[in-house]
């Protein structure tokens, strides 16, 4: 007695052959589709998902339990075969890369957490500085978050009978995120140190100012060609908010 095809298999077979009937092309929702034996069952073959194959109503109906002489049809499942297969090795591939990646993540993760204990001796990450530490190395490079450590312990330590109090020492983790951000911003925009120099011209000279909306309007400018030497004028000659934007916007036109 045939046993009845469940639907997550009909699914599964329908998403491989991509809603395509294996014989004539036609698909779905052209054309109904069916789930077809590639070696009949009343021919002993079995429900085995690579005996399996996707063909229209029409097809399925000109089949019926004769086994098709196309060789097509055999060489589809070859091909499915070693498909399969190769995606299996990908997958074990992937999957001992994963596992490589994982190892060298907790490596760099107990060598950075050494290296601050190191520094600020006799103090350590607890496990929610660790897992603070690990969201840093997922977003800079190791020896950018080493520097940033270094920086912040030097501009934050303070000693109390020749060693670091426990309140400075907070105080400097505190900052290492955000010297690695602004280490990276540094990396990726060398240019955006003379823009924010020149948004506080803009503050200290105008009695109001969009900073947010200054930097973005600067970044343009800049993006567009404008030189810093010209940006910086335009901020020293403008005499209020809504004339350094009139300035920018005649400055721009001309770039």
Request: with cysteine.
């Amino acid at each position: 007695m045939r046993k009845s095809l469940t639907k997550k298999i009909r699914f599964e077979v329908f998403k491989r052959d991509c809603f395509t009937c294996k014989y004539c092309g036609s698909k779905a929702p052209e054309v109904v589709l069916v789930i077809d034996h590639i070696e009949p069952v009343s021919k002993g073959g079995t429900n085995d998902f690579l005996n399996l194959i996707t063909a229209c109503e029409s097809c399925n109906a000109g089949k019926s339990d004769r086994r098709l002489s196309d060789t097509t049809i055999v060489q589809k499942r070859q091909e499915q075969l070693e498909q399969l297969q190769e995606r299996k090795e990908q997958l074990e591939m992937m999957m001992n890369w994963q596992k490589e990646l994982l190892s060298l993540d907790d490596t760099k993760l107990d060598e950075a957490a050494e290296y601050w204990r190191k520094l600020a001796e006799p103090f350590s990450l607890n496990e929610q500085g660790r897992a603070n530490l690990g969201k840093l190395l997922r977003k800079y490079e190791l020896h950018d978050v080493l520097d940033s450590m270094r920086r912040a312990l030097d501009k934050c330590i303070e000693h109390k009978e020749g060693l670091p109090t426990q309140a400075s020492v907070e105080k400097a983790w505190k900052y290492v995120g955000r010297i690695a951000n602004m280490k990276k911003v540094d990396q990726e925009k060398p240019h955006i140190k003379d823009l924010l120099y020149i948004r506080g011209i803009l503050r200290n000279r105008f009695s109001y100012c969009d900073e947010q909306r200054a930097l973005e309007i600067l970044e343009d400018a800049f993006d567009a060609g404008a030189k810093i030497e010209d940006l910086q004028k335009i901020a020293k000659r403008s005499n209020s908010w809504s004339s350094w934007q009139d300035d920018m916007d005649e400055y721009l036109a001309s770039v």
